[in-house]
T-cell receptor
Framework: DGGITQSPKYLFRKEGQNVTLSCEQNLNHDAMYWYRQDPGQGLRLIYYSQIVNDFQKGDIAEGYSVSREKKESFPLTVTSAQKNPTAFYLC??????????FGSGTRLTVV | LAKTTQPISMDSYEGQEVNITCSHNNIATNDYITWYQQFPSQGPRFIIQGYKTKVTNEVASLFIPADRKSSTLSLPRVSLSDTAVYYCLVPFYNQGGKLIFGQGTELSVKP
């Protein structure tokens, strides 16, 4: 079955550590996105990529980094510069006519 | 920054029809309108997508007026399991392909 796989489902990070969240899709979608969701809040765009080897900052990119070396993969690194990283992170992909598919999310907690 | 606008919350009772309206005044000619449902700690799930007039599937109907500046998601005979947050999504291609979420509508269905 085609879809988006996010891993891990739960992730714990110590203060000052970098962590990388995985997002893989086998839908052959060109565009991929990363969102952050805080309790009771909507989704805020962190980074997005419309083609391989290219990506743009979203509304809250500070403290995060991404890469897009392959069409099917768009990993997100939460760096130590992100002061409040505890949140639910969602990855999505889309084709040009707006058919978006979301992963099941990764819940990151700072311990 | 152009965004969609929806009511923050709505209450309903089981068996009633629920209509959720979304405003998207800056919709571009190429934009489709897509609605998603999100349960806590899960990724948003596709409900319905449309471009103009009316679209119906086994889950919902989507009504889009001629000017396309708004859309209405109609859920017939809701049940307790329809309690969720509902988002309308418009790509806003005039913003370089960003995929921006509005606040969403938190629907609470009561027995």
């Amino acid at each position: 079955d085609g879809g988006i796989t996010q891993s891990p489902k739960y992730l714990f990070r110590k203060e000052g550590q970098n962590v990388t969240l995985s997002c893989e899709q086998n839908l052959n979608h060109d565009a991929m996105y990363w969102y952050r969701q805080d309790p009771g809040q909507g989704l805020r765009l962190i980074y997005y990529s419309q083609i391989v080897n290219d990506f743009q900052k979203g509304d809250i990119a500070e403290g995060y980094s991404v890469s897009r070396e392959k069409k099917e993969s768009f990993p997100l690194t939460v760096t130590s510069a992100q002061k409040n990283p505890t949140a639910f992170y969602l990855c999505a992909s889309s084709i040009s006519d707006g058919g978006y598919t979301f992963g099941s999310g990764t819940r990151l907690t700072v311990v | 920054l152009a965004k969609t606008t929806q009511p923050i919350s709505m209450d309903s009772y089981e068996g009633q029809e629920v209509n959720i309206t979304c405003s998207h005044n800056n919709i571009a000619t190429n934009d489709y309108i897509t609605w998603y449902q999100q349960f806590p700690s899960q990724g948003p799930r596709f409900i319905i997508q449309g471009y103009k007039t009316k679209v119906t599937n086994e889950v919902a109907s989507l009504f889009i007026p001629a000017d396309r500046k708004s859309s209405t998601l109609s859920l017939p005979r809701v049940s307790l399991s329809d309690t969720a947050v509902y988002y309308c999504l418009v790509p806003f291609y005039n913003q370089g392909g960003k995929l921006i979420f509005g606040q969403g509508t938190e629907l609470s269905v009561k027995p």
